[in-house]
């Protein structure tokens, strides 16, 4: 069945609550919406984020890239040959991964409406049921552990929470947190490069002689510098884990063959797309390196897709994927993301029916 044609349009929802890390404040996400028409009138739909501090992509750069680049390489081609449209996406320019993420999940969506499937079945259907983790923003002490608190009543086992602004108060910030939620709540800390390889030894150090029982820390130092990520999994013994330096599945063949990391934190927006995340987490699988699934703070479809991918794998072992819930509004209608579970549709594609103007409306 051939693409008839490729629709991006750019939307905005605010968030609940500002979204604080090392990296950037947040108060609302834009996104592009990608539909994907057929002949026959099956519609697909992704979405792509724009993250400029990590992936470089912006909301302008992503509509450009979706309609000048991608869709004159796609209208007129066959749906069937999904592999073969996914290759010619990822040959069609350096960078801009988001676009391409987003264009392939529209292209998924509608591949799996003409199968009748759902989209994790497609990839082989390990289960249908996730658990989510929430997320604690960069804050004052007692406004985090606050909102630690809350997520647990909520239903949380799993905290990931945003360090590395400032050494000494992450240090407090996590203890804090820890004696307030209890030994039994999981704890993740993301420092998004924030620290410095010596710094990083030192406050983990410091957590494991405090007994703080820390599962894992994401992205201690620089993006670029595998070497001192390899410094500090080397010398600690708090599970590290690599989200910024790892985008491509070449980058996660380099950090698994270096033991530069003991987890990998896939996303689709720096993989650009669902075959590329897929690959990494079998290069991870190979090495012997699990992987959790996150995303940008994005839209809800584009985390969807995520969630089915996580479904599938056998290989993605940990979810992050609260961003829908930081939402004031949805792109979809019945929306899936409220608490701790997901529960994915049995829907043909992602599964929802999305919402012909998704900015505004509460969730
Ligand atoms: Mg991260």
């Keep these: 069945m051939k693409i008839r044609n490729i629709i991006p349009s750019c939307q905005t929802i605010p968030l609940i609550k500002p979204f604080i890390t090392a990296l950037r404040k947040v108060t609302s996400i834009e996104f592009v919406m990608i539909r994907v028409l057929l002949e026959d009138g099956t519609e697909g739909v992704g979405t792509a984020s724009p993250t400029v501090v990590i992936t470089g992509d912006s909301l302008q750069g992503i509509e450009s890239a979706v309609q000048t680049i991608l869709s004159p390489l796609l209208i007129g081609r066959e749906i069937e040959q999904i592999a073969a449209l996914s290759q010619t996406i990822q040959h069609s320019c350096i960078g801009n991964t988001s676009a391409k993420a987003g264009m392939e999940i529209a292209l998924f969506d509608a591949y799996a409406k003409k199968l009748n499937v759902p989209l994790f079945q497609l990839f082989g259907g390990k289960t249908n049921t996730l658990q989510n983790d929430m997320t604690i923003s960069i804050n004052e002490t007692d ?7 809350e ?25 804090a947190i820890r004696e307030e939620v209890g030994p039994l709540i999981e704890i993740r800390v993301d420092a998004n490069q924030g620290w410095t390889k010596k710094e990083a030894v030192r406050i983990i150090d410091g957590w494991e002689k405090a007994g703080l029982n820390i599962n894992l820390v ?34 996660a063949l380099e950090l698994v063959q270096m033991r530069a990391v003991d987890w990998l934190n896939i996303k689709l927006m720096k993989a650009g797309g669902i075959f590329r995340a897929m690959h990494i987490a079998d290069i991870a699988q190979a090495g012997g390196i699990p992987c959790m699934i996150g ?8 985390v969807l897709a995520a969630a089915h991918i996580a479904a599938a794998h056998p290989n993605i072992k940990k979810i992050d994927l609260d961003a829908p819930l930081w939402l ?36």
């Design 143 to 149: 406004r985090m552990v606050k909102d630690a608190v």
């Design 151 to 175: 997520g647990v009543k909520k239903g949380f086992n799993a905290l990931k929470i945003k360090a590395g602004l400032d050494v000494a108060e992450d240090h407090e910030r996590i203890q």
């Design 218 to 251: 994401e992205q201690p130092v620089a993006a670029w510098d595998l070497a001192s990520l390899k410094y500090v999994t080397d010398r600690v013994n708090t599970p590290i884990m690599a989200d910024e330096s790892v985008f491509s599945p070449k980058q």
């Design 295 to 302: 995303s940008m703070m994005e839209s809800g479809t584009g």
């Design 328 to 363: 004031k509004g949805s792109d979809f209608k019945a929306f899936p993301f409220k608490g701790p579970t997901i529960v994915l549709s049995e829907k043909p594609g992602i599964g929802y029916d999305f919402m012909e103007n998704s900015g505004g409306g509460e969730a």
